[in-house]
């Protein structure tokens, strides 16, 4: 008897799978009896045929979809065109609809479909044009100093990752190496000294993204939101020369990583332009970060002697903001339809 049963149940399993595998291989043959019946001018015909194909497949959904929408077209269905034409982009979102093999209304109605990208990655080089900003809120001197603050260029890379909300607005976020370097003259009657300092971040900011939406290949855009850093490194040199005799000093390369916070925070806005180009898009971008940290870890401004004598140096209240240069390239990993 659970000979029998087992038997049976084989019989109905096969059978079922062979009647599946039946129905997509049919589908096939219905999308290509549809075609010729679309071509005679059999419209309502094609439509039916059409309609009989049960698969599942990619493909097979997809020329059923595209056959389905030239039939609405010529009914003058075009809510059900437009229904259809949403599956075929949403099935391929890159899909470009040839002027040889399809009506003009056909085309029209895929181009009228609004595609944006859904997820992209982007990577940036800033060329040269990072540019340190700062604000001095306290000054600390042991002597009658004179101390000129100037900010000094640098170079950062930048990986980041965009998420699209709507056709106007993308969160993005992602990863810098984002350098600070500033220039510090301190002179006094006896002594001159130069001090270089130059403080490398990990930096992380989290933006809201404006750009309009349009098909042309140039649109500009708007980003504002905040950003978090660490510090990754600081280094700094000591370079003395006396006024009075030809005595010169100094100390290259020295760390100052004790002596910062490791922690920054602050503002960042920026305006640029996307430029279509291939299957991303180029990214020129100036943007701004407002820090509202203190570099100097000020628990220990008195705690460095070697820096006292001979050099008469004490760390200074400092905020350093940023201004950035940066072109980059955007790749799209996935789209969405607007529907």
């Not at 109605?109 to 809120?137: F, M, Q, Y």
Request: glycine share 6%.
């Amino acid at each position: 008897m659970v000979h029998f049963i087992r038997s049976v149940f084989l019989v109905i399993l096969v059978g079922s799978a062979g009647q599946i595998s039946a129905q997509g291989n049919n589908c096939a043959v219905y999308i290509n009896e549809a075609t010729a019946k679309y071509n005679n001018g059999q419209i309502s015909q094609s439509l039916a045929t059409a309609k009989k194909c049960k698969s599942n497949n990619h493909n097979d959904v997809f020329a059923k979809q595209r056959i389905m929408a030239l039939c609405h077209l010529a009914l003058n269905q075009n809510d059900s065109a437009r229904k259809a034409a949403l599956v075929i982009m949403e099935l391929n979102p890159r899909y470009k609809p040839s002027v040889l093999r399809n009506p003009e209304e056909f085309i029209q109605l895929i181009e009228s479909i609004n595609i944006i990208p859904k997820v992209s990655l982007r990577l940036s080089l800033s060329v040269g044009a990072n540019r340190s900003l700062l604000d001095v809120t306290g000054v600390y001197m042991i002597n009658d100093q004179v101390k000129t603050y100037s900010g000094l260029g640098a170079t950062q890379l930048s990986i980041s990752g965009q998420y699209q909300l709507s056709r106007l607005f993308a969160i993005q976020t992602g990863v810098r190496v984002a350098p600070k370097r500033f220039d510090l003259n301190s002179k006094f009657n006896e002594l001159n000294v130069d001090i270089t300092e130059s403080l490398t971040y990990g930096q992380m900011p989290l933006v809201l993204q404006f750009s309009p939406y349009t098909k042309g290949r140039v649109k500009p855009m708007l980003s504002i939101g905040g950003y978090g850093a660490y510090l990754l490194s600081a280094t700094n040199s000591f370079n003395a020369t006396s006024n009075i005799s030809d005595d010169a000093y100094g100390l290259l390369n020295i760390s100052s990583y004790e002596r910062r916070n490791k922690w920054d925070y602050g503002l960042a806005a920026g305006a640029g332009l996307l430029v279509k180009l291939g299957e991303g898009q180029l990214v020129i971008e100036v943007d701004y970060f407002k820090s509202y940290t203190n570099i100097t870890n000020t628990a220990l401004r008195y705690s460095f002697p070697e820096l006292l004598n001979p050099y008469y140096h004490l760390d200074d209240d400092v905020t350093i903001s940023t201004i950035n240069f940066n072109i980059g390239y955007q790749f799209f990993l996935n789209y969405k339809v607007l529907k």
